[in-house]
């Protein structure tokens, strides 16, 4: 990305540009709006937080949502569809799974790295008219007035330029700055745990199988990507992360292997490998005034149920429905009223809510050691094979079409 435009008054500035702002700009884009991405790290730099090394698991409403904004065949060109999801715990036998065919879908989901997603984003917003990408660039202060938002960008020149706008997006991720100035409090929680990722190759094809294992330590996903390797999310106890990262190759392995067992034979060629600290993280307001929250500034999640991408997809089709509806009149057409932020913000509470609860309870019931918890997580494995209909629930929430549905989620184009 480089930096463009020299416009200083648009409809709406995104600040972020990564997984979930340079999404918005992109579904925005049949409605003809000016539109700034600002975007603090250049575009191919090695720090880029957000189009990184990890994989991350498409569901099906995200799916949809690429394919109204015409991107789904440049995207699944370079993603791993998933056609079973197999649940299990360690130290107890027996597994949960749930398969593509039974729910009548063709994939469960797709499973994409992150930079490849990226370029493929990052690419269709160059090419897009009427967005002014504004990077590397900062949002460093802003100011909501009941006429406009202003935003102060330091764009590593002498001078700071201030751009203005009638709506302002924090899509800065979960620690963002831009939230704070907002005024909006989130709530935030150490798991006390990191998540390592990298990819390896297993000995037995993966076959668009996906796995999650949940260990004594916290939960262990491996994940089908391309070349037949297997992405892993292994999650450790902050305590033992830095010796779990220095291990060499091998030792890694051993220790992988021994927490997921031999279901795909052996592993090894582990390729590189990152970690990420934990926290759950919960904005206590979505808007303040002619300003909204998205994606992970909105809500960070704990990976288990490998949702925070596709709940931030859904803020974002939710938002441009609102914009959508508001701009069929041209009359009285202001992105950052606070009708639309409220309607916004009512629309939005539940799913988050509902997500933030079921991805902590998760993680609280496989992470713990009490007797009534491991009793209930026995009772849920079993309900989750034997109660008929609840893998079908279970299988629509993973894939974002529980609830009332924006047109984006449902694959309808915004015009
Ligand atoms: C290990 C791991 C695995 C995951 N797997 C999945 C998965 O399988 N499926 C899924 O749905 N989700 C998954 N997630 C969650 C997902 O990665 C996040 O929800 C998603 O990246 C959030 O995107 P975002 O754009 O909101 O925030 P971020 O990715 O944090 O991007 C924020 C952007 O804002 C920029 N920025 C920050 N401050 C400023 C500023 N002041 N001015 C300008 N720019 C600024 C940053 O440089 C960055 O580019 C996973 C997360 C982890 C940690």
């Not at 991805?359 to 079993?382: K, N, Y």
Request: neutral net charge; charged residues 20%; proline residues 4%.
């Amino acid at each position: 990305m480089s930096s463009s435009g020299q416009h200083n008054q648009y409809d709406i500035v995104i600040a972020g540009g990564g997984m979930i702002g340079t999404s918005l700009a992109l579904a925005l884009a049949p409605l003809g709006l000016r539109v700034a991405v600002v975007e603090a790290v250049a575009r191919r730099a090695p720090g880029q937080p957000s189009f990184d090394d990890r994989s991350t698991a498409l569901s099906r409403s995200t799916q949809r949502m690429f394919e109204a904004m015409g991107l789904w065949p440049e995207i699944v060109a370079a993603a791993t569809r998933i056609s079973s999801i197999h649940v299990s715990d360690q130290g107890r036998f027996g597994f949960s799974h749930i398969e593509a065919e039974e729910q009548g879908v063709e994939a469960l989901g797709y499973v994409v790295i992150n930079r490849v997603l990226g370029g493929v984003l990052q690419n269709a917003l160059e090419r897009q008219a009427g967005v002014d990408i504004l990077c590397p660039a900062r949002i460093m202060a802003i100011e909501l007035g009941p006429e406009r938002a202003t935003a102060t960008v330091d764009t590593g020149t002498d001078e700071h330029r201030n751009i203005t706008c009638s709506l302002l997006v924090a899509a800065d991720g979960a620690n963002s700055s831009v939230r704070e100035m907002m005024g909006i409090t989130a709530r935030q929680q150490s798991y006390g745990q990191r998540a390592v990722i990298g990819n390896l190759q297993p000995e037995k094809a993966i076959d668009h199988r996906a796995f999650e294992r949940f260990t004594e330590q916290g939960p262990l996903a491996l994940l089908p990507v391309a070349d037949d390797r297997a992405g892993f999310v292994w999650t450790v106890s902050e305590s033992d992360a830095e010796r779990v990262m220095a291990l060499d190759d091998d030792a890694f392995i051993t220790e992988l292997q021994r927490e997921f067992g031999y279901r795909l034979g052996s592993f090894s060629r582990v390729g590189k490998r990152a970690s990420y600290p934990l926290t759950l993280s919960k904005a206590l307001r979505l808007t303040a005034t002619r300003s909204v929250l998205v994606g992970n500034a909105a809500h960070g999640l704990h990976p288990v149920s490998a949702q925070g991408f596709n709940l931030g997809m859904r803020d974002v089709a939710a938002l441009c429905d609102c914009i959508a509806d508001a701009r069929a009149d041209a009359d009285t057409f202001d992105p950052g009223a606070p009708r639309l932020l409220r309607s916004y913000a009512d629309w939005r509470r539940g799913d988050q809510k509902k997500l933030v609860r079921f991805t902590d309870g998760l993680v609280h019931l496989f992470g713990s050691e009490r007797r009534p918890l491991r009793a209930a997580r026995g009772i849920g494995m079993l309900a989750f094979d034997l109660v008929p209909g609840i893998r079908s629930v279970f299988a629509k929430h993973t894939m974002g079409l529980a609830g009332r549905l924006p047109r984006l989620s449902r694959g309808v184009p915004l015009k």
